[in-house]
């Protein structure tokens, strides 16, 4: 499902914003995050240390704002009759992935942002520390130590094996 989404936003972006702003953009998005940006820039033949910077502060961007503001904004769309059904689906959906994290905390965090598999990354990893209550000054350095961590991981999936092959 990543190759695909990411294949989508290169088709569609290509030739209205920059191959960098590409790659940028794919690693703010839910689901895709550093994983999609680092396989979309290495596809896209952008080089490897603009390609992690690039991905990196576009997967940083998010968090702090999921971290500080998410609670209050679910608070708010649950009073809504039309929202409370979507923000139902997204808490249930991250909190069936609280275990790792509530037993562990930091670590926990840390190993659920930084393996990419589908499910976890900054944004979801984010949304479960937030729903948990975990401190924004723990929380935040945790989510950052796994973007690094997925950083390492997803560059030499991208550039060392995928970019063989692209």
Known sequence: MTESLVAWFTTNLT?????????????????????????????????MVRGIVLCVI????????????????FNWMKGTKHLKPLVD??????????????????????LFVGIPL????????????????????????AVIVGICMATVIMTVISYGILGQVW
Do not use: C, H
Not at 58 to 73: D, E, K, Y
Not at 94 to 110: H, N, P, S, T
Not at 121 to 140: H, N, P
């Open 15 to 47: 030739g209205l914003v920059s191959k960098e702003a590409i790659v940028f953009i794919i690693s703010m998005v839910p689901i895709l995050e550093l994983r999609g940006g680092l396989l979309a820039a290495s596809a896209l033949g952008i080089d």
């Open 58 to 73: 576009g997967n940083i961007i998010p968090v702090p704002f999921i971290l500080l503001f998410i609670t209050p904004i």
């Open 89 to 110: 689906k997204l808490e249930g959906k991250a909190m069936k992935k609280k275990d790792q994290i509530e037993k562990y905390e930091f670590w926990g965090l840390v």
């Open 118 to 141: 589908p499910g976890t990354g900054a944004w979801t990893g984010s949304l479960i520390a937030s729903l948990l209550g975990i401190k924004f000054r723990k929380a935040f350095p």
